[in-house]
């Protein structure tokens, strides 16, 4: 299984970025999607997340300008980030909890994407 993001880049502050993770190879069943934040020295945090059912959880330091979705058929995860702000900047991870064919339930972790947010 392999997760592919997409979508930062460099924005002004106010702007907006989306950002896309898809989900490809031996996959059984997608479940939990979600995506993370790690800026320069500090820990990688919790941004938003979203069930298979499409229940959605957002940290409160972007709730009203993030949010997250997913497509199923398409085993794709979105973030439409919003009116972002220079502390929006870091590297945002993509993470799925996947059954695969084998039927073993894994956690996957995509490879990154920066977010540069300008003031």
């Known amino acids: 299984v392999q997760l592919q993001a997409s979508g930062g880049g460099l924005v002004q502050a106010g702007g907006s970025l989306r950002l896309s993770c898809a989900a490809s190879?031996?996959?059984?069943?997608?479940?939990?999607m979600a995506w993370y934040r790690q800026a320069p020295g500090a820990q990688r945090e919790l941004v938003a997340s979203?069930?298979?059912?499409?229940?959605?959880n957002e940290a409160d330091s972007v709730k009203g300008r993030f949010t997250i979705s997913r497509d199923n058929a398409k085993n794709t995860v979105y973030l439409q980030m919003n009116s972002l702000k220079p502390e929006d900047t870091a590297v945002y991870y993509c993470?799925?909890?996947?059954?695969?064919?084998?039927?073993?339930?894994?956690?996957?972790w995509g490879q990154g994407t920066q977010v540069t947010v300008s003031s």
């Open positions: 993470n799925t909890v996947i059954m695969n064919t084998s039927r073993r339930r894994l956690n996957y």
């Open positions: 190879g031996s996959i059984f069943r997608v479940d939990d």
């Open positions: 979203i069930t298979s059912g499409g229940t959605t």
